[in-house]
């Protein structure tokens, strides 16, 4: 029996048998606007509201207020609360972007991490987190390390990598050999707005459900659904998916 770590998506644990496993770094992938950061925020602030265990948010695109702003306009008001008592950390591009390379950004996690125990923690995105380095191979050296960093840490972590298709692009590239789970988000285009699906695509130590799932973004986060929800991949014949 593995340790899981819930994400606090309903739905989506159930697929996970429970959750992820504890310690590992999943690659949650996807095109703009399918949920991938809410994904995170959610994240985040289910693992302090109900299982007490803290958080980093590590973004390269937004600012502390956006980020803020985007967790209250799902529901989860106390988001600010949770970052001013330091259950959450927020670093926000304002902070990572002024080191100026990714050394002294990760230096200053290391201090971070050695005075602070987190248990979870959300990277947005690696394509931001790419614009550091110079070549593939400085990338490849960096992204390793970090993976390191992570684990050594006893983080159970989220690494959001943004992707141009609509459909998931499942190259096999370093990203899929660091990571512990591929989790894809999927949205396709319907007359009346679009529909939403979640793939869990990989989890290592875990025997999952690798079809995939209708999901809906509203008040209280995201929502999975299992196929008899009514959803289909080539219409809209469910549940309102709210945006």
């Known amino acids: 029996m593995v340790t899981t770590v819930p994400t606090g998506v309903d739905g989506l644990d159930s697929i ?23 994904f995170g925020i959610q994240y985040l602030y289910n693992g302090v509201q109900t299982h007490n265990e803290h958080g980093i948010y590590i973004s390269f695109e937004e600012n502390e207020e956006d980020i803020r702003q985007a967790a209250e306009s799902i529901g989860f008001d106390q988001w600010g609360d949770l970052v001013d008592s330091g259950a959450i ?10 080191e100026g390379d990714f050394s002294s950004a990760l230096d200053t996690l290391m201090e971070d991490f ?40 006893g983080l159970t972590s989220l690494l959001i990598n943004e992707q141009g298709a609509v459909f998931p692009e499942t190259e096999i590239g370093l990203e899929n050999f660091l990571t512990d789970g591929n989790i894809y988000f999927i949205q396709t285009p319907t007359d009346s707005g679009v529909n939403r699906y979640v793939w869990v695509a990989k ?33 809209r014949d469910g549940p309102d998916a709210g945006f």
């Open 16 to 38: 996970l048998n429970g959750g992820l496993v504890e310690n590992a770094t999943v690659l949650v992938s996807g095109n703009p606007g399918t949920g991938k950061s809410l």
């Open 89 to 98: 950390k927020v670093y926000d591009k304002q902070h990572m972007l002024r």
């Open 114 to 153: 050695a005075n602070t125990s987190y248990d979870r923690l959300v990277l947005d995105s690696l394509t931001m987190f790419s614009l550091f380095f110079e070549d593939e191979k400085e990338k490849r050296t960096y992204l390793l390390k970090f993976s390191d960093i992570l684990k050594q840490n």
């Open 203 to 235: 989890m290592r130590k875990q025997d999952i459900d690798t079809d995939i799932f209708p999901m809906e973004i509203d008040d209280g986060g995201i929502k999975v659904y299992d196929r008899a929800g009514g959803f289909s991949m080539m219409g």
